[in-house]
């Protein structure tokens, strides 16, 4: 059993490099695509992510805010599934948190680009696997 599950997760979620997150389109299906980590997070309720506003992902979270993430420990063979919503923040506060230097890159008009905008995911569920066991905790 987790003792600690927000100290234990995210431990774990620190050191991936890479996130999995799962979007819904319109016929129903889960869509999965790998992230950079989040830019922040606030314990393991609150995750923020950078990506492109003409993504087919902020499409699909726009009509559907239900989300999932995934962070793997492949070394151990270890993982947690997140369950939630996501809010597409396009303000300017919301974008200046987490943009960093070198974000030109990906938005070459800088923080104000209107092709960048803030993935931001509230958790309320999640499943922790670990040593050939999983359990499921609610995120209050």
Same mark, same amino acid.
């Given at each position: 059993?987790?003792?600690?599950?927000? /100290?234990?997760?995210?431990?774990?979620?620190?050191?991936?490099?890479?996130?999995?997150?799962?979007?819904?389109?319109?016929?129903?299906?889960?869509? #999965?695509?790998?992230?950079?980590?989040?830019?922040?997070?606030?314990?393991?309720?609150?995750?923020?992510? #950078?990506?492109?506003?003409?993504?087919?992902?902020?499409? /699909?979270?726009?009509?559907?805010?239900?989300?999932?993430?995934?962070?793997?420990?492949?070394?151990?063979?270890?993982?947690?599934?997140?369950?939630?919503?996501?809010?597409?923040?396009?303000?300017?506060?919301?974008?200046?948190?987490?943009?960093?230097?070198?974000?030109? /890159?990906?938005?070459?008009?800088?923080?104000?680009?209107?092709?960048?905008?803030?993935?931001?995911?509230?958790?309320?569920?999640?499943?922790?696997?670990?040593?050939?066991?999983?359990?499921?905790?609610?995120?209050?």
């Amino acid at each position: 059993m987790l003792r600690n599950p927000e /100290q234990t997760i995210g431990n774990l979620i620190d050191k991936q490099s890479v996130a999995y997150i799962s979007s819904v389109d319109e016929e129903g299906f889960p869509n #999965t695509k790998a992230m950079l980590s989040p830019r922040l997070r606030e314990g393991i309720k609150v995750f923020y992510f #950078t990506t492109n506003t003409s993504s087919m992902r902020v499409n /699909q979270f726009r009509n559907n805010p239900k989300a999932c993430l995934y962070f793997c420990d492949k070394r151990f063979f270890r993982g947690v599934m997140l369950k939630g919503t996501v809010e597409v923040l396009e303000d300017s506060a919301s974008k200046e948190l987490i943009w960093r230097e070198g974000d030109t /890159q990906y938005y070459s008009k800088g923080v104000t680009d209107p092709d960048y905008c803030v993935l931001r995911v509230t958790v309320t569920s999640g499943r922790y696997y670990s040593n050939y066991s999983s359990q499921t905790f609610e995120i209050e």
